[in-house]
């Protein structure tokens, strides 16, 4: 009996491109690599390919079904970013070939799955319990697409 290496494993249902996406996004993230396919016969969607791949150390499985299930934005996968350089790299990498830029630190990738690619020093302006510099904060970050460190620092400091 196999061993579970992990207990919760998002999967993703694409059209037709999950080698293609999981292959794509080894490439983006480091300790990222496609572990295996397998495809599935006699399925409600016909012939059906499942890949195991895994991101930044996380084992996720996606599936080639057909369109039935598109993404959309009520989920996302957030990258946690030190610095600029990190920010710009994800947001180039994940936006290009055809993803789009949204708002609020927020991008779709060419196969249609959202992400937000947000500082980490988010995390310590939102929870510093200062309501006036997050007020500052938040009217900075809804006027960007991507997120500007140094621009929020400016904000939540007030200068």
Same mark, same amino acid.
């Given at each position: 009996?196999?061993?579970? /290496?992990?207990?919760?494993?998002?999967? %993703? @249902?694409?059209?037709?491109?999950?080698?293609?996406? !999981?292959?794509? *996004?080894?490439?983006?993230?480091?300790?990222?690599?496609?572990?295996?396919?397998?495809?599935?016969? =006699?399925?409600?969607?016909?012939? &059906?390919?499942? &890949?195991?791949?895994?991101? %930044?150390? $996380?084992?996720?499985?996606?599936?080639?079904?057909?369109? %039935?299930?598109?993404?959309?934005?009520?989920?996302?996968? +957030? #990258?946690?970013?030190?610095?600029?350089?990190?920010?710009? *790299?994800?947001?180039?990498?994940?936006?290009?070939? =055809? =993803?789009?830029? #949204?708002?609020?630190? @927020?991008?779709?990738?060419?196969?249609?799955?959202?992400?937000?690619? #947000?500082?980490?020093?988010?995390?310590? +302006?939102? $929870?510093?319990?200062?309501? #006036? !510099?997050?007020? /500052?904060?938040?009217?900075?970050? %809804?006027?960007?697409?991507?997120?500007?460190?140094?621009?929020?620092? /400016?904000?939540?400091? =007030? /200068?």
């Amino acid at each position: 009996m196999a061993t579970i /290496r992990q207990k919760l494993v998002p999967h %993703l @249902w694409f059209d037709h491109q999950a080698r293609e996406a !999981a292959e794509f *996004y080894a490439s983006v993230f480091e300790n990222s690599w496609v572990e295996s396919s397998v495809t599935l016969e =006699g399925t409600p969607s016909g012939s &059906v390919e499942v &890949v195991t791949f895994f991101v %930044l150390g $996380q084992e996720f499985q996606a599936i080639s079904a057909g369109p %039935l299930v598109p993404f959309n934005e009520s989920i996302s996968f +957030m #990258v946690k970013c030190d610095t600029q350089q990190e920010i710009d *790299y994800y947001w180039d990498k994940l936006t290009a070939d =055809g =993803g789009q830029e #949204v708002e609020c630190g @927020w991008l779709k990738d060419k196969f249609g799955l959202s992400w937000q690619i #947000v500082p980490t020093v988010m995390d310590e +302006m939102m $929870q510093s319990g200062d309501p #006036v !510099a997050l007020a /500052r904060i938040t009217q900075a970050f %809804l006027k960007m697409k991507k997120f500007d460190i140094a621009a929020l620092v /400016r904000a939540f400091e =007030g /200068r």
